[in-house]
C-alpha cells in the first residue's frame, strides 16, 4: 500500500511537471508566431480575393467548390467568419490558428490519456515534441486550419467509432465527426472508409469473441453510419469536382511511394535530408510496438487498445494519402515540405504510448525504454526549437510581399509580388480595394482617406 501511494505520488509530479513544461513550449511557440504574424495573404490564400465575392455570405458555392483535389470547407466558412468579424485580418487568423491546433493537441493527449488511464503524464510529455517550430508553414499560413480540421475530425471519428457506445443516439455525433473529416481534406476520403472498415472489423471480432454482447443495434447504427458517410463520399466527387488523372499518383507498388513514405516519416521526427534508410529505421521503431501489443493482447483487445489502432490508422493512412500524391509528380524532395511534418510528427506520442502499453506488464522496463526513446527523440529534433529564428525568417519573406502589394496600392508596382504568389496578383489587389480588406485599410490609414 506504502508503495503504491508513493508511485501515486510520483505519477502525480511528473503530470505536473508534463504539463509545466507543455505549457512553457507552448507559450513560447506562440509568442513568436503571434510577434511574426503579417496581415498579408500568401500562396493559394489568394484565391478567397478572385472573386470579390468569395468571402461574403452570398457566395455559398465557394465554401464547396474544389480547390485543387481539396474540398476546404470548414476553413473557408472560417475565411467568411473572419472577413466579417475582422475585415479578413490574417493576424488575427494566423493566431486563431495557432490556438486550433494547441487544442488539438490536448485533444490528441486526451485520447491517449485513455489509453493509459494510470500514466496519463506519459500522454502529454509525448505530446511536448508536437511544440516544435517543425511545421511552422501550418503556423504561418490561415489557410493551414484545413490540416487542423481534418485532425480534429479524424480524433473525433476515432473517439466516436471505438470509445463510445454504438447506438442510435451517438449516430449523429458519428456521421459529423465523418463529414468533419471528408470536407477538411482530400485524405479524408482515404481516413473515413478505413476507419469504417477498422470499425466492422473490432466488431465482427467482439462478436467471434463475445457472442452475448452482439446487438442488433450496433449492426444497425453501423450500416447507418457506413451508408450516410458513403452517400457524403459519393457527393464529394460531384459538383464539378476535377478528372483524376491516376498516371500521376505513386501506389504502393512503386517505389516512388516507398522513397517517398520513409521520408515523411523521418521528416516527423527532425531529418529535413532525404535518407529512406533513416525514416525506414524510424518507421520499424514507430509500428513494431503496435505489432506487440495486437499480438499479446490478441485475446483480449479491449476499447482502448482499438483507440490506439485507428489512431495509429488515420496517421499512416494521411502520410500514405500524400505519398501516393506527390511522390510521382512532386519528387522525393517534396516530402521535406514543412507543412507536411504536422502529420508525421503524430507518429511520436503514438509510438512512446503504444511501448508503454507494450510493456505494461513491467513497468521498470517500460519507464526505461521510455527514457531512451525520449532521449532519441529530443536529440532527433535538437534543431527544431529555433522559434526566433524560423518565424523571423518566414516574417522576412511574407513582409516583403506586404510592401511589394502596398507598392501596388501607390501605383508604384504592378502586382507581381513572388515572396507571397507566383503569378501577377493585380485583379486581387483591386478586389482587396474593393472589399476594404483589412491589409488595405492598413495602407489606405496612412496613405488615403476611405470613402
Known amino acids: 500500500m506504502i508503495k503504491g501511494t508513493i508511485q501515486g505520488r510520483f505519477d502525480r509530479v511528473l503530470f505536473i511537471s508534463s504539463l509545466l513544461l507543455w505549457i512553457t513550449l507552448a507559450f513560447q511557440h506562440g509568442l513568436k508566431i ?32 474544389p480547390q485543387n483535389e481539396n474540398r476546404i470547407v470548414p476553413t473557408r466558412v472560417l475565411n467568411q467568419i473572419f472577413f466579417y468579424a475582422s475585415d479578413w485580418n490574417f493576424v ?35 505530446s511536448v515534441f508536437l511544440l516544435t517550430a517543425l511545421p511552422w508553414e501550418v503556423h504561418s499560413w490561415a489557410n493551414q486550419s484545413c490540416f487542423h480540421f481534418l485532425l480534429l475530425g479524424a480524433f473525433a471519428c476515432c473517439h466516436q467509432f471505438f470509445l463510445q457506445p454504438h447506438s442510435l443516439f451517438r449516430l449523429p455525433f458519428k456521421i459529423l465527426a465523418g463529414l468533419l473529416t471528408l470536407y477538411s481534406l482530400y485524405a479524408g476520403l482515404v481516413i473515413v472508409p478505413s476507419l469504417l472498415i477498422l470499425l466492422a472489423l473490432r466488431l465482427a471480432y467482439r462478436a467471434y469473441l463475445k457472442p452475448a454482447e452482439r446487438t442488433v443495434g450496433d449492426g444497425a447504427s453501423f450500416m447507418l453510419l457506413s451508408i450516410s458517410l458513403l452517400a457524403a463520399i459519393w457527393a464529394y466527387f460531384q459538383f464539378n469536382y476535377p478528372a483524376l488523372h491516376t498516371s500521376q499518383l505513386a501506389l504502393p507498388y512503386r517505389w516512388e511511394f516507398w522513397n517517398y513514405f520513409f521520408n515523411l516519416v523521418a521528416l516527423g521526427f527532425g531529418l529535413l535530408t532525404v535518407d529512406w ?37 488515420t496517421v499512416t493512412v494521411i502520410l500514405a494519402s500524400i505519398a501516393i500524391g506527390r ?55 535538437r534543431n527544431s526549437w529555433h522559434f526566433d529564428a524560423i518565424y523571423h525568417e518566414a516574417w522576412t519573406f511574407r513582409n516583403a510581399g506586404r510592401d511589394c502589394a502596398f507598392l501596388y496600392f501607390r501605383k508604384e508596382g504592378d502586382g507581381n509580388c513572388p515572396t507571397i504568389y507566383w503569378s501577377n496578383i493585380s485583379e486581387r489587389l483591386e478586389n ?6 483589412s491589409f488595405y485599410r492598413e495602407w489606405a ?7
Open 327 to 381: 511522390g510521382l509528380s512532386f519528387g522525393v524532395n517534396q516530402s521535406k515540405s514543412s507543412r507536411y511534418a504536422e502529420f508525421a510528427s503524430l507518429l511520436i506520442p503514438l509510438m512512446l504510448c503504444a511501448w508503454w502499453v507494450a510493456f505494461e506488464e513491467r513497468p521498470r522496463l517500460a519507464a526505461l525504454n521510455l527514457m531512451a526513446l525520449l532521449l532519441v527523440t529530443t536529440y532527433s529534433l
Open 92 to 126: 488575427s487568423m494566423i493566431r486563431f490558428n495557432y490556438l486550433m491546433y494547441l487544442a488539438l493537441v490536448l485533444y490528441l493527449s486526451y485520447l491517449l490519456a485513455k489509453v493509459l488511464p494510470q500514466k496519463p503524464w506519459v500522454a502529454l510529455l509525448s
Open 445 to 451: 490609414a496612412d496613405n488615403e482617406p476611405l470613402p
Open 432 to 437: 482587396a480595394r474593393l472589399l476594404k480588406i
Open 34 to 65: 503571434f510577434q511574426y504574424a503579417v496581415n498579408i495573404p500568401a500562396s493559394d490564400e489568394w484565391e478567397a480575393l478572385a472573386d470579390r465575392a468569395n468571402l461574403t455570405f452570398n457566395q455559398f458555392a465557394w465554401i464547396f467548390t
Open 277 to 313: 534508410t533513416i525514416g525506414f529505421g524510424f518507421a520499424l521503431l514507430t509500428y513494431l510496438p503496435l505489432l506487440l501489443l495486437v499480438w499479446k493482447k490478441r485475446n483480449r483487445l479491449q476499447a482502448e487498445d482499438w483507440l490506439l489502432i485507428s489512431l495509429y490508422s
